[in-house]
Structures are given as structure tokens and as C-alpha cells.
């Protein structure tokens, strides 16, 4: 299974913008490809992504170098190499950059790459992906992002995402039924309501709507009108508290609050609503606070850090050793490689952190996360809305798995 080329190409993501696809060829003719994704919200710690920053080209957004990177650094790196080696793989690329964030090649010429390995090597073994990438054979529950705000939307809501889940439901295709149910529900009140139908970067509604409590109010409208309750579905929030935090002050709702004042935040929220799960509730350099709000939500919330651990192995054993939240989200771009992803993903779970796969709000086609989720048994998979081709890909991808494994979570 050598490698005999690696073609590399400019494509867009779900927002237009210049995002990378490469492709594998082996000898015996077999290819495959994959596509990377980008954030707009993004951690400070995350590796780099590496963008042309050519005002005239994109706005600065294209990545003709990064490509180049891979035609003319990586490609002559990996020629001939055994395509299943992904380990040996990721590992040569990564010293050949030699930075501790990917700079130098860029996180996305690299992840693209890594990817790719693992797609070519699951087809050229008659494999499923998921079977491939991992033993796991269970579904995991969807957070569905049904508000968007933040960095995500155009409104005036700090929290960047609102979502459902189905967490009281115990098929994968009922738990997609609930949601997408709820969904068009929402949409209905929205219009009844006089506010916005328009969708966010992540295909959740983007109403102008001013406070977190309306946003939930409407949610939980929804879910008793579309005929659920809320021991079948809760809701999760993405904070995104990084966004909104500012030299020690975190500026919400037009209010300048502490850290300890954030937690009183969350501390009303979660006795007033039915609220599993929060990400990124607080600032991702806020670590003694961090360890705080665990300490007084951790045994009854899902506290998760994204900013905070920005899927990096010594900021999660950091977080684990300090008690600092109790589930970690997954994005592949964020270290840049499949091979240190999945190192982060066991130490995660060998410490008992659930971890959550997730989307980029810059996403493609690419159902590669879905596969991930499948293989790894991961918590929870997060990867937008009921609207948007990009996202449902992954959603139905899950339910074409869902025939082969016929798992429940």
C-alpha cells in the first residue's frame, strides 16, 4: 500500500472561504481524499492554520502556500511510504515542520494529509471507515445547535450556541426524528413570534433576541409543542466565553461581570433550566476558576472544555490533574493530526472525561467526524443543525452506520 502521489487542491468550506482538500493515490491505483475544516471562533492555543495573507487573493484567506507545502515538502517526505502507517506518518510530518504549532507547514496542509492516509488505507482494505479508524460499534447522541449567536450570527446573544439533545432517547433514528422535529417547530414559533428564520454559520436560527433565558424559553416552547419533554430532551450551551472576555471582565449581556460572577450565571441557569451541558463557560486561560465552577456544577453538569484543552494532550492532562471540567470536545484542526487526536481521545477516556466529536463552524462535505464517532464510542457528536447540506452530511452519514451496527447509545 504505497504511496505514488498526493495531490493537493484549493476548495471552499461552508462559508465560502478557501479551505484545503488533499488527495491520495496509491500504487495499485487506489485513492482517496479528505477535506479540512476552519473556525471562526478560534482558540488561542490551537495549531496553525496557515493562510497566504495576500489582501488581493481571498482577503488574505487562501492557502496556496499550504498547498505547496504539501506538493513540495510532504509529498517527497511520504512517496513510497506504506499509506497504513498513520502513526509513522503523522509523526514524520510533524517533525519536518518542527514547530510546536505547525506553523511552519501549517495545520492544515498536515491534518489534510493525515486524513487522506486514513481514508486511502480503509478502502484499499475493503474496510468501512469507522471500522478502520477503531473498534467502537455504538451511535453517539447529537447536540444539535438550534440558536446560533456569538461569532456564529449576525444577533445581539453572547452564548454562541443554544442546543438540543436527545439524551432520554434511546434509537439513533429517533433521537435524528426528535431533533429535526423540534427543529421545524422552532421555526414556526420564530415566525409566529414576528423574529428572523435566517440561519447562522452553523444552520441553527440567528432571531434578534437579546438574552440567553429567551433564547431557552423558546427552546423549551419548542420541544413541549413538537411533543417531547424535557426527560427526553435537554438542552446544552456553547459559552464560547473566550469571545466575550476581555482583561479579567467577561462583558455579558451588557454587563461587566467576574469569573466568580459567571458561575452564579450558570449556577441560576442550571436550577431554573434543564441544562446537561455546558462548553466553554468560562475563559480558556481561566483555569483557577475553571476549577471552581467543576467543583460546584461538575457532579450534575457536563462541563467541557473547547478554548480551555483545544484537543491538545498536555492542556487535558492539565485540566484532569486540576479537576478542571469533565469532558473535553474534539475538533481534528485544533492539533492537526488524526495520530495525536487520538491519543488526546484516549486520555480522555482512561480518565473517565466524556469527549464530544465535533464540526468547524467552516465545514465541507467531508463526513470523516461522523466515522470518528462511531469508531472511538464517543459521548456525543456536534456538528450543527437540521439545515445546511454540510452539516446533515454527517447526520446522515451516522444513518447509514446506523443500518451496519444498529447501535444505541
Known amino acids: 500500500m504505497e504511496i505514488k502521489k498526493i495531490t493537493a487542491r484549493q476548495i471552499f468550506d461552508s462559508r465560502g472561504i478557501p479551505t484545503i482538500q488533499a488527495e491520495i493515490e496509491l500504487k495499485n491505483g487506489i485513492k482517496g481524499c ?24 481571498y482577503k488574505g484567506k487562501s492557502v496556496y502556500n499550504a498547498i505547496k507545502n504539501i506538493e513540495k515538502k510532504i509529498f517527497p517526505l511520504l512517496k513510497s511510504k506504506d499509506v497504513s502507517k498513520q502513526k509513522e506518518l503523522d509523526s514524520a510530518m510533524i517533525y519536518l515542520d518542527g514547530t510546536p504549532n505547525k506553523s511552519s507547514l501549517g495545520a492544515n496542509a498536515i491534518l489534510s494529509v493525515s486524513l487522506a492516509c486514513a481514508v486511502t488505507s480503509a478502502k484499499a482494505q475493503g474496510k468501512e471507515l469507522y471500522q478502520y479508524l477503531g473498534k467502537g460499534k455504538s451511535l453517539p447522541t447529537p447536540l444539535v445547535n438550534i440558536i446560533n449567536g456569538g461569532a456564529h450570527s449576525d444577533n445581539k446573544l453572547d452564548f454562541q450556541e443554544f442546543m438540543i439533545s436527545p439524551i432520554g432517547i434511546k434509537k439513533f433514528e429517533e433521537k435524528m426524528q426528535a431533533c429535526a422535529e423540534i427543529f421545524q417547530t422552532l421555526k414556526s414559533i ?16 440567528a432571531p434578534q433576541i437579546n438574552s440567553s433565558t429567551e433564547a431557552i424559553e423558546l427552546i423549551l416552547e419548542a420541544i413541549k409543542k413538537a411533543g417531547y419533554t424535557t426527560k427526553q430532551i435537554q ?12 482583561n479579567g471582565t467577561y462583558n455579558y449581556e451588557g454587563k461587566k461581570l467576574s469569573s466568580s460572577d459567571m458561575i452564579k450565571v450558570y449556577e441560576d441557569l442550571t436550577s431554573r433550566y434543564p441544562i446537561f451541558s455546558i462548553e466553554d463557560p468560562l475563559a480558556e486561560d481561566d483555569w483557577e476558576n475553571w476549577k471552581a465552577l467543576t467543583a460546584k456544577l461538575g457532579k450534575k453538569v457536563q462541563l467541557v472544555g473547547d478554548d480551555l484543552f483545544t484537543t491538545n494532550l ?28 487520538m491519543e488526546v481521545i484516549e486520555l480522555a477516556r482512561k480518565n473517565n472525561f466524556n469527549f464530544i466529536i465535533s464540526h468547524r463552524s467552516g465545514e465541507t462535505e467531508d463526513t470523516f467526524i461522523a466515522d470518528l464517532s462511531v469508531a472511538t464510542n464517543a459521548t456525543q457528536i456536534k456538528t450543527g443543525s437540521m439545515s445546511r447540506s454540510e452539516r446533515l452530511a454527517k447526520y446522515n452519514r451516522l444513518l447509514q452506520i446506523n443500518e451496519k451496527v444498529k447501535g444505541i447509545w
Do not use: M, W
Not at 197 to 204: K, L, R, Y
Not at 240 to 245: D, G, N, R, T, V
Not at 315 to 340: D, P, V, W
Open 34 to 57: 479528505a477535506n479540512v475544516p476552519s473556525g471562526a471562533s478560534t482558540g488561542k492555543h490551537e495549531a496553525l492554520e496557515l493562510r497566504d495573507g495576500d489582501s488581493k487573493k
Open 235 to 246: 438542552i446544552a450551551l456553547d459559552c464560547a466565553a473566550s469571545e466575550f472576555y476581555d
Open 190 to 205: 420564530l415566525k409566529d413570534k414576528k423574529l428572523e428564520t435566517s440561519v447562522g454559520d452553523e444552520g441553527g436560527f
Open 314 to 341: 498536555q492542556r487535558l492532562k492539565r485540566g484532569i490533574k486540576e479537576k478542571s471540567a469533565n469532558a473535553i470536545l474534539i475538533k481534528l484542526n485544533q492539533i492537526g493530526s488524526l495520530s495525536e487526536t
